[in-house]
Antibody
Framework: QVQLQESGPGPVKPSETLSLNCTVS?????????WGWIRQRPGKGLEWIGS???????HYSPSLKSRVTTSIDTSKNQFSLKLKSVTAADTAVYYC??????????????WGQGTLVTVSS | NFMLTQPHSVSESPGKTVTISCTRS????????VQWYQQRPGSSPIIVIY?????PSGVPDRFSGSIDSSSNSASLTISGLKTEDEADYYC?????????FGGGTKLTVL
């Protein structure tokens, strides 16, 4: 069974960089697939942030592209998210999820439990 | 970029059938697959339909998906409603480089 678990350092101050890791178990990310980040602001809907392929290629939401970096570490079976220059509007539950096996396959079939990141001074 | 528009809320009685729509603002709904996710309060989303009409294993056949090119929309239909179906439902699709989620529909089963 594929399982994903988000982890991060906790609250973030405005203007700083939000950093999260997603550890995958039950599946070797070097085997393929896209790996994505999705967030959900309090009381709001789902918002795709970006995805990274097992080879390292990336795709980002146009609205966040200037602030987002995703990367993958196959040796640790992890992938990561960095969002710089955060504001209170970036306060959200951040989910990691497995994407499709090729870019035309846009499904997210396995999700982490989500982690709440609060941006506050 | 494009948007996916869903009704904010729908409600129906147990045992009945409900349909949730998802309209694509630009580009053809048929050009990229549509997925549907169920999210219960306090839980992560789970996929209930992928590739427009396909059900993952473990999802009851009460859930079905379709697309309609004439209205440029996709639909999720849930038949034989149960109280456990009460949740938020999100459609999702893509274009060449992005993934887009609809705004979500709150389903109330009363």
């Amino acid at each position: 069974q594929v399982q994903l678990q988000e982890s991060g350092p906790g609250p973030v101050k405005p203007s700083e960089t939000l950093s999260l890791n997603c550890t995958v178990s039950g599946f070797a990310i070097s085997s393929g697939y896209y790996w994505g980040w999705i967030r959900q602001r309090p009381g709001k809907g789902l918002e795709w942030i970006g995805s990274v392929y097992y080879s390292g290629s990336t795709h980002y939401s146009p609205s966040l592209k200037s602030r987002v970096t995703t990367s993958i570490d196959t040796s640790k079976n992890q992938f990561s998210l960095k969002l710089k220059s955060v504001t209170a509007a970036d306060t959200a539950v951040y989910y990691c999820a497995r994407g499709g096996s090729w870019y035309g396959d846009a499904r997210f079939d396995y999700w982490g439990q989500g982690t709440l990141v609060t941006v506050s001074s | 970029n494009f948007m996916l528009t869903q009704p904010h809320s729908v409600s129906e009685s147990p045992g009945k059938t409900v349909t949730i729509s998802c309209t694509r603002s630009s580009g053809s709904i048929a050009s990229n697959y549509v997925q549907w996710y169920q999210q219960r309060p306090g839980s992560s989303p789970i996929i209930v339909i992928y590739e427009d009409t396909q059900r993952p294993s473990g999802v009851p056949d009460r859930f079905s998906g379709s697309i309609d090119s004439s209205s440029n929309s996709a639909s999720l239909t849930i038949s034989g409603l149960k109280t456990e179906d009460e949740a938020d439902y999100y459609c999702q699709s893509s274009d060449t480089i992005t993934r887009v989620f609809g705004g979500g529909t709150k389903l109330t089963v009363l």
